[in-house]
């Protein structure tokens, strides 16, 4: 099963799948009995029934990571590596089964779906080794009478909040970290995408993660579940990733009781293809930026600053490549493009696409809603964009490439002048996010000037790709607080503790 999947296998992995709440190592119905649908968005009809989730189970939930945390915080660093790697290779091994649970949940084309069961995967295997690796440090003072013992240890229980839009490797990505410093969590996945966290739930119990460790608490209402977590004052620690709004929201929670923060947030990607750029890579690498997941990812191309030089013949061959790509159920053999998560996603790029031709901008190619059922928008290219557009100043999170010509008329594809690259950063930190940038040129002094000056905390420098588990993630401004993977990925989930040993003087 490698490119397609077929909806009896879907359903019958979906019918394997525990849809209770896990609390204490055991799957149980919500305190209320209730439950939530979740649909499939290609078709609109209903997966499964999953546990709704409210403010008593989440207390229940969260004492149970605090009592389980001392236990948990003293196991050896192998064997939480060990759970770790265990469960890497349980998720390698069910590819198939997890990437049709999430296709199904979410849209995504199943190959696409695959890609992401690799990727999320990682992050498990890179915390496994990043698990036994925790160091500290040991000096004397400048005066010679005291040794300094810096060690690092669990900050405590943790808050892990995942969007839909990445829903196994979001999980992993934060689970990982928490797992390999010896921190228990509680946990709440998406309501729109509930079944693949629920499945990574079951794989890490299978993989010997001790009972307590990972609490999960699904929910129709996470103002009510999330919120009693952080008010708390048991949590000591926070990881969220969605919107720049929750997120503030979420800030001023933690405040309340001082706890440790991660926040990868909102993003406004600027994708900047100067005059000197090989056009054929920068298409390559707008489709990559721009179209995965349909365009529903933090780090998607937003606005594409194309200097005029090479205006005509980029705007041709994306619009080529975005024009020819098959839209469809994500499970279907050759689908290139699945729905969109809901409706109202929907209903937002639709009401992107009017204000922005309303202010000028012109339609290459898409830009009008398919009828039938499921939540399809065709991948649409428009240029010409007015700055002032709304698209401009909001995640579009959907298939639209928006095309803003910068640089001087006529100007020769081989200038290498300043005044346009000043122009074009100018316009990319005109945004009060600053996740990703994206930078296409052949001239390496370039480069380096305006990944310098782009406000961002990730450049993609002639790559349309920057998330890697062994980089570390993450935005500034208000997108974001911390990082996420890579090395400084575990040190979010450590406090530091310094220790002073008077030397003896006999």
């Not at 149980?28 to 403010?55: H, I, K, R, W, Y």
């Not at 995965?292 to 937003?302: D, I, S, Y």
């Not at 929907?346 to 009008?368: F, H, M, P, Q």
């Not at 990925?489 to 310094?498: A, T």
Request: proline letters at 6%.
């Amino acid at each position: 099963m490698t490119a397609t999947v077929s909806a009896p296998a879907a359903a019958q992995a979906i019918s394997r799948i525990h849809t209770d709440l896990f609390i204490d190592g055991r799957w149980a119905p919500a305190a209320s009995g209730a439950t939530f649908t979740v649909e499939n968005p290609a078709t609109g009809e209903a997966l499964a029934q999953v546990a709704d989730g409210n403010a008593d189970d989440a207390r229940r939930a969260l004492q149970t990571a605090a009592d389980h945390q001392a236990a948990w915080a003293a196991t050896s660093p192998r064997s939480r590596s060990e759970i770790l790697y265990r469960a890497y290779q349980l998720i390698i091994e069910r590819t198939d089964e997890i990437a049709a649970v999430m296709t199904a949940e979410m849209g995504k084309p199943f190959p696409e779906a695959r890609g992401e069961v690799a990727y999320g995967a990682e992050f498990f295997r890179w915390f496994a080794e990043e698990a036994v690796r925790i160091g500290g440090d040991h000096t004397i003072t400048g005066d010679g009478a005291n040794r300094v013992v810096v060690s690092k240890q669990p900050v405590g229980p943790c808050v892990l909040v995942t969007p839909w839009n990445f829903p196994l490797a979001m999980g992993t990505r934060k689970i990982g970290p928490a797992v390999a410093a010896g921190c228990t969590m509680v946990f709440k996945p998406a309501e729109l995408t509930p079944l693949t966290a629920l499945l990574l739930t079951e794989i890490l119990a299978e993989a010997g993660l001790p009972d307590g460790v990972l609490n999960v608490v699904t929910t129709s209402d996470p103002g009510a579940v999330v919120g009693e977590w952080m008010t708390s004052g048991k949590a000591r620690k926070v990881s969220f990733t969605g919107s720049t709004e929750v997120g503030k929201i979420l800030l001023g929670q933690a405040a309340g009781t001082v706890m440790r923060t991660s926040m990868e947030l909102g993003g406004n990607a600027p994708f900047i293809v100067c005059a000197d750029a090989d056009v054929d890579r920068a298409i390559e690498g707008v489709m990559v930026a721009k179209m995965r997941n349909m365009g529903q990812a933090c780090t998607a191309a937003n606005r594409i600053f194309v200097h005029r030089g090479v205006l005509d013949e980029f705007t041709e061959k994306l619009s080529a490549r975005m024009g020819g790509l098959v839209v469809g159920d994500g499970s279907h053999d050759g689908t290139q493009v699945g729905p969109l998560v809901e409706q109202k996603a929907v209903d937002k790029v639709t009401a992107l696409v009017s204000d922005a031709v309303g202010r000028g901008a012109r339609i290459v190619c898409g830009g009008e809603r398919p009828t039938g059922a499921g939540h399809f928008y065709p991948p649409t290219v428009l240029t010409d964009v007015d700055p002032a557009a709304d698209l401009m100043h909001t995640e579009i999170f959907g298939p639209v490439a928006a095309i803003i010509p910068f640089g001087t008329d006529g100007a020769d594809s081989t200038a290498t002048g300043t005044s346009d690259d000043e122009e074009v950063v100018r316009l990319a930190n005109d945004t009060p996010w600053g996740l990703v940038g994206y930078l296409f040129t052949r001239d390496i002094d370039r480069a380096d000037r305006l990944s310098t000056k782009l406000e961002v905390g990730m450049v993609g420098v002639n790559t349309g790709l920057v998330s890697n588990p062994a980089a570390p993630f993450g935005g500034v401004k208000q997108s974001g607080l911390g990082r996420e993977g890579g090395r400084l990925g575990i040190e979010e989930f450590l406090d530091v503790k310094y220790i002073a040993r008077p030397i003896p003087t006999s």
